[in-house]
């Protein structure tokens, strides 16, 4: 099992997952890189000395260099993987760290605005900065060099939008799965049996007190407002709960 999932809540599901682009990797990993590239100019070099301890002396130095240069690189592999940026049913999620875990994270609900930047390299090679801006004073509030951003952006304003709806009760809640398969054949012995009385009338829904009807009122209006839900929806999610006074 992944080490977010472990951070999920229940019923949360991830709907996104992006690292930062392969371009900060190789940022980070520029010194092993540096350091390979040394070990070979001074291999070819050695290639000019005679034998003896001078050009023993520099074999060792460039294994040494090769080896670091190696170890390096791998560390700084495992560190780019390790951070990931995760859109979830409910927030947005920052993870970093190989051993040491880090975990940051902005609720989908006090996210404002997203602002996406991209320059003109970024965007040939797809990746830019997303700035976060919440309501509360923690969180996320940088994505840098994140791969793919206008489609973590979407993913992000799309998930906000269904917790919305969710949270409002203008989104109908899914119904149970449809039972397939043959019938199941009733035994002779039922078929002697006298029908049951039928079910009792479920009980209708409870009544609303006149606060509460005034806040889901002014929440779906708020939400008819930013473009959440049509006018139709409103209008009829309205009527609906007049009519539980």
């Given at each position: ?84 940026y995760i859109v979830t049913s409910r927030r947005v999620l920052q993870l970093e760290g190989v051993v040491n875990k880090r975990v940051l994270d902005s609720s989908l609900e006090k996210i404002n605005d997203a602002v996406l930047t991209q320059s003109l390299f970024g965007r040939m090679f797809g990746f830019g900065d997303l ?115």
């Open positions: 099992m992944a080490y977010v999932d472990s951070m999920l809540a229940s019923g949360e599901v991830p709907i996104r997952r992006e690292h930062q682009h392969w371009f900060t990797l190789l940022a980070d990993a520029r010194y092993g890189i540096a350091s390979i590239v040394l070990a070979i100019v001074l291999s070819v070099l050695s290639t000019n000395l005679g034998t003896g301890s001078p050009r023993d002396l520099l074999g060792i130095v460039v294994l040494a260099l090769v080896v670091g240069g190696l170890l390096y690189i791998g560390w700084q592999i495992l560190r780019w993987r390790a951070e990931e700035d976060i801006l919440t309501a509360a004073e923690t969180g996320i509030s940088r994505l840098r060099m994140l791969r793919q951003p206008d489609d973590f952006k979407r993913a992000m304003l799309d998930a906000k939008h269904e917790l919305e709806l969710e949270l409002s009760g203008a989104k109908p809640l899914p119904s149970p799965p449809m039972r397939t398969g043959a019938p199941v054949p009733m035994p002779p012995q039922a078929a002697n049996v006298a029908p049951s009385a039928p079910p009792a009338p479920s009980p209708s829904r409870p009544d609303m007190s006149a606060d509460e009807l005034t806040r889901t009122l002014a929440n779906l209006a708020d939400l008819r407002d930013r473009g959440a839900i049509s006018a139709e929806e409103y209008e009829a999610k309205k009527a609906d709960l007049l009519g539980r006074l």
